[in-house]
């Protein structure tokens, strides 16, 4: 992976677990299984946080 960029000191909870998910989402390809692991939880919340967050879930939808 390249670097990235951290959400600003104002951000929300939930945007910087938003931005960490898709981040995470993206060095993997789109693998929800790998990013559940990697993120320490398990398939089904993370699908749950997938649908909160309105996040692409396939690797080609996962913005570059």
């Known amino acids: 992976g ?3 960029t951290a959400p ?4 929300t909870l ?3 677990e938003r ?9 993997l390809d789109g ?3 790998q990013a559940a692991l990697r993120l ?4 089904g ?3 749950v946080k997938i649908k909160q967050y309105a996040l ?5 939808d996962v913005p570059a």
């Open 56 to 60: 692409a879930t396939r690797a080609a």
């Open 8 to 11: 600003p000191v104002s951000a």
């Open 40 to 43: 320490g939880i398990s398939r």
């Open 45 to 47: 919340t993370l699908h």
């Open 14 to 16: 939930e945007e910087v």
């Open 2 to 4: 390249g670097a990235t």
């Open 19 to 27: 931005a960490h998910i898709l981040a995470t989402l993206k060095a």
């Open 31 to 33: 693998n929800i299984s």
